[in-house]
């Protein structure tokens, strides 16, 4: 199987977790998700009162600079990991 579609189960796979992640988690995995498909994070940051926006985008931000690649293969790698954790 690709990375492409590896990558793409596994988006799928993370919405049939039978616990929700935690908050850390799931701004662990919109990080990764968003740096794998789209690069660098160029979006304008969320407004003061977007609490959860700006978490997103801060999350986001942080991987800056991270290939694509890179990105997909440590979220397929953490997505493994929380529904090894989950089962």
Same mark, same amino acid.
């Given at each position: 199987?690709s990375l492409e579609n590896e990558f793409?189960?596994?988006?799928?796979?993370?919405?049939?977790?039978?616990?929700?992640?935690?908050?850390?988690?799931? %701004? +662990?995995?919109?990080?990764?998700?968003k740096q794998g498909k789209f690069g660098?994070?160029?979006? @304008?940051?969320?407004?003061?009162? #977007?609490?959860?926006?700006?978490?997103?985008?801060?999350?986001?931000?942080? %991987? +800056?600079?991270?290939?694509?690649?890179?990105?997909?293969?440590?979220?397929?790698?953490?997505? @493994?990991?929380?529904?090894?954790? #989950?089962?």
């Amino acid at each position: 199987m690709s990375l492409e579609n590896e990558f793409e189960e596994s988006s799928k796979k993370v919405h049939s977790l039978k616990s929700r992640p935690s908050n850390d988690d799931l %701004l +662990k995995l919109y990080s990764l998700y968003k740096q794998g498909k789209f690069g660098d994070n160029n979006e @304008k940051k969320p407004g003061m009162l #977007d609490i959860k926006g700006r978490k997103k985008h801060e999350a986001w931000n942080n %991987l +800056k600079g991270m290939e694509q690649e890179e990105a997909k293969k440590e979220y397929i790698s953490f997505v @493994k990991q929380l529904i090894q954790k #989950d089962s």
